[in-house]
């Protein structure tokens, strides 16, 4: 299979590993080289609790050649984070995603300073900017949604995930990208929202450096999402955003990226802002609908708010003004479907320092990796942890935020965009964009889960939210309160 080939195609390390002091228990496996990269891919939770059972809380495994420290404990987070020079996340990207996108290494000599460039760009997803960006995308997320969705009065069915990529698809490439000079929407974006989900699907294995001719069509399908966003086509159109339009006059300073190379760019920038929000916006829909206490009183809550600021729709009210319940909802289906997992690649051999009384030894090159959902499963940090409890991070009337572990407070207790130098930072815009649609759904919609379906859970190991191998249906109809005024 491909997955096998993926890890011949990493390299073999044919080395005897003999562990050296201080060093965390060695987990190899039985089959050479492979060691236990089958059994965390088919179920990465499991695998690690039966790690941690028989080793503790950091033990080191062999997959696929590459020696992986996993760091268990949320109390030990915060001391990995400070070993910021010894521990190092983008050499993690500069190795992998200009293959996976298409495009050449941005440290390289030939470009200098781009880098940096592309770094100060994300400060446009911030402050002021952020606002505008945000505004633009509930206006294009209310442009899609009343042409597609409010001119039907009866019940319709859909499913849950496609519903909310269509939607939020499209209003992201608007809001990012602009919209032709004489339309309001964009062509194609049926094929080229079908394109971008072949890409994602085999991302987690393009992102291993998988080479992408080993997949049938996935060159081409590559190819065609690039395209999409070559200047000479994109520099027509209008209204884009500030984020955006920085970055294509950037690009343009350095003469050696190559047109197709800026478009590969600006592929990347819109699956960003796409693969993780999407997922999580489909869980946060769900847990909703297959809860309906707590879809009562999440849009109770949206609809006084709105109320009593008279207002049909506001970006201002969405992002500032939703209750605490509405944003433990949220928080509460990130926790339940988020897989994310925070890494670093060792810079050089040194004795990692985990508070007063407790250090490892690493070796440069192993990769330390930060495994959230295990402190998410706790009993000890989340009662009854399997179950959905939409106001798990509400107390009092407001947010809570104290959740312990061995009689301690947890500085981090819920990462869904990462931490540290591997922190999302496009994550306040992720954010905005699932309270954005949420509140769209819940204030113009009656939402009802189909029957017949059994219980969905996201799949056991991946990368930032996953989704079940099947869709979840529902239906959904206007608003009685809403019909008369569309």
């Known amino acids: 299979s491909c997955f096998f080939l993926l890890l011949y195609l990493l390299g073999c390390d044919c080395a005897v590993c003999c562990r050296r002091e201080n060093e965390p ?60 020079q010894q521990l190092d996340f ?13 495009y050449p290494p941005v440290h390289s000599k030939m470009f200098s300073g781009l880098k940096e460039q592309i770094a100060y760009s994300f400060t446009l997803l ?26 039907h009065s009866g019940w319709r069915s859909g499913s849950i995930y496609q519903f909310c990529l269509s939607m939020m698809f499209e209003a992201t490439l608007l809001t990012m990208y602009g919209h032709p000079a004489a339309a309001t929407r964009h062509g194609g974006v049926s094929a080229l929202r079908d394109d971008f989900l072949k890409f994602d699907s085999k991302f987690h ?27 000479d086509h994109i520099s027509r159109w209008t209204d884009m955003s500030e984020f955006i339009r920085m970055r294509m006059e950037m690009f343009e300073d350095h003469e050696n990226l190559r047109d ?31 809860h309906p206490e707590a879809l009562q009183v999440v849009r109770q809550e949206i609809q006084e708010v709105f109320q009593i600021s008279d207002v049909e729709c506001d970006c201002f009210l969405i992002n500032n003004g939703l209750t605490t319940s509405s944003e433990s909802a949220i928080k509460e289906s ?50 009854e942890p399997k179950k959905f409890r939409f106001d798990r991070y509400v107390h009092n009337g407001a947010e809570k935020t104290d959740f312990y572990k061995d009689n301690q407070k947890l500085k981090h207790y819920l990462m869904p965009f990462g931490l540290g130098s591997s922190l999302c930072p496009g994550r306040f815009f992720a954010m905005s964009q699932i309270k954005q649609f949420l509140c769209l759904m819940l204030l113009y919609f009656d939402l009802q889960l189909e029957d017949g ?26 608003c009685t309160s809403r019909q008369n005024r569309h």
């Open 260 to 290: 197709v190379d800026k478009a590969a760019h600006h592929f990347a920038m819109l699956w960003a802002a796409l693969t993780n929000s999407v997922p999580a916006t489909f869980w946060a829909m769900y847990y909703l609908l297959s």
């Open 90 to 102: 983008r050499e993690f990207l500069q190795n992998t995603t200009p293959r996976t996108f298409g």
């Open 126 to 151: 911030q402050g002021n900017n952020l606002t505008l960006l945000t505004e633009r995308m509930l206006d294009n997320l209310m442009l899609v949604f009343r042409q597609d969705h409010l001119g």
């Open 334 to 383: 990130f926790r339940l479907s988020s897989v994310t997992m925070s890494l670093r690649v060792v810079q050089e051999d040194f004795n990692l320092r985990l508070g007063e009384s407790r250090s490892i030894a690493v070796r440069e090159g192993d990769i330390i990796i930060m495994y959230p959902q295990i402190m998410y499963f706790d009993p000890e940090i989340y009662e």
């Open 205 to 231: 294995l393009l992102v291993q450096q998988v080479p992408i001719w080993l997949f049938w069509g996935m060159k081409a399908v590559r190819k065609n999402l690039i395209n999409y966003f070559m200047p």
């Open 453 to 478: 379906q059994s219980h969905f859970e996201p799949r056991k190991a991946g990368l930032g939210f996953k989704l079940h191998s099947a869709d979840i249906r529902f239906r959904y109809r206007l």
């Open 25 to 84: 228990p060695l987990i190899k496996g039985w089959i050479p080289f492979l060691g236990k990269a089958l059994e965390f891919r088919k179920d990465s939770l499991k695998f690690l609790l039966e790690q941690k059972r028989k080793h503790g809380d950091i033990f080191t495994v062999r997959m696929a050649g590459k020696y992986m420290t996993f760091v268990l404990d949320p109390l030990l987070y915060p001391h990995i984070i400070k070993h910021s």
